[in-house]
């Protein structure tokens, strides 16, 4: 099983493929939609990683696919640039998935 990268950053994609890890660098939420809808379907990828960037233009299609589908995993990552997170985006994950507020 195999590793999969959707980056919207050229050095990310590098600092993958020295790993190991194809992958594609995109920047639109339509190729985010076309190229994840791809990579789910393929057989031997178990683990798609995504640029925090590329989720944040489709996060409802992102947490959908988390959510309700078992393989594969979809881990969303910093680029080069580091964690765009905000303080409270773990909180706020796991409220709009179950519905409790921590």
């Not at 919207?8 to 020295?18: A, E, F, P, Y």
């Not at 995504?50 to 947490?63: F, Q």
Request: contains cysteine; aromatic residues 4%; negative net charge.
């Amino acid at each position: 099983m195999k590793f999969f990268l959707i980056s919207d950053n050229v050095d990310t994609m590098v600092g993958m493929r020295m790993a190991g890890i194809e992958g594609i660098v995109i920047h639109n939420d339509d190729e985010v939609k076309s190229e994840l809808s791809k990579a789910i379907e393929r057989e031997d990828v178990a683990v798609i990683l995504i640029t925090e960037h590329l989720v944040s233009l489709c996060p409802d299609l992102v947490y959908d696919l988390k959510l309700n589908r078992k393989k594969p995993l979809i881990v969303e990552i910093p680029d080069r640039h580091g964690n765009g997170r905000t303080a409270d985006s773990i909180s706020k994950y796991v409220q709009e998935a179950i519905g409790v507020k921590l």
